[in-house]
């Protein structure tokens, strides 16, 4: 069945078609949830969420796009959605604007070096906003202002969260390379 296919027998409410699309994107899916929350069964909930999302907006799904593209703007865009409504509940952190200078700085070298699922473990340490930010930015590549935007805080405190993120990350794989560093033993030859 060619992606055509399954689209159009998703927009026909076909649950074959509804069901061939979710196994094929399912990596695809519940790898950016599970960047997004701190265990598998909130991750598995908004990734059935927005995927049912996906069915429900089918129909405007242009082909001129790539279907993974669309698709992942979609469950990004809930699990943001998610995020904002959860975080009016939960948190109520003030953080003063942040200026970095070093904003170009590229912060995918972390994924270069570390496995993804090393780099999943390493993120849940960090505060739930902080990890969020990260995401957006350094993972999915949405813009400072795009991240303000969407979760209601100013530039600088989405440059604060990345920066933040960035100190804590990089804490983190300088202990992770003392642990695997090897030691040498020495011995007492008389």
């Known amino acids: ?23 094929k994107y399912f990596p695809l899916l519940s790898s950016i949830a599970l960047r997004y929350y701190d265990n598998q ?36 865009n809930h699990i943001i959605d998610d995020f904002r409504k959860t975080a009016r509940y939960t948190e109520k952190t003030l953080i003063t604007d942040f200026h970095d200078s070093n904003e ?31 995401n957006l930015y350094a993972i999915d590549g949405f813009k400072h202002k795009e991240i303000a935007d969407m979760l209601g805080i100013s530039e600088g405190t989405s440059k604060w969260h990345v920066s933040d993120a960035r100190k804590k990350l990089k804490k983190q794989m300088e202990i992770k390379t003392i642990e695997n560093t090897p030691k040498v033993k020495v011995s007492n030859s008389n």
């Open 41 to 76: 069964d909130d991750a598995l909930q908004a990734m059935n969420l927005g995927f049912l999302k996906v069915l429900n907006k089918i129909k405007t799904y242009d082909s001129k796009y790539a279907l993974a593209t669309w698709i992942r703007h979609i469950l990004v």
């Open 104 to 134: 170009q700085t590229s912060i995918n070298l972390i994924e270069e070096k570390w496995e993804e699922e090393e780099l999943r473990h390493m993120l849940e340490v960090l505060p739930l906003t902080t990890k969020n930010v990260f």
């Open 1 to 23: 069945m060619t992606e055509e296919e399954i689209v159009q027998g998703c927009i026909s409410n076909d649950r074959r078609c509804q069901s061939t699309l979710y196994k």
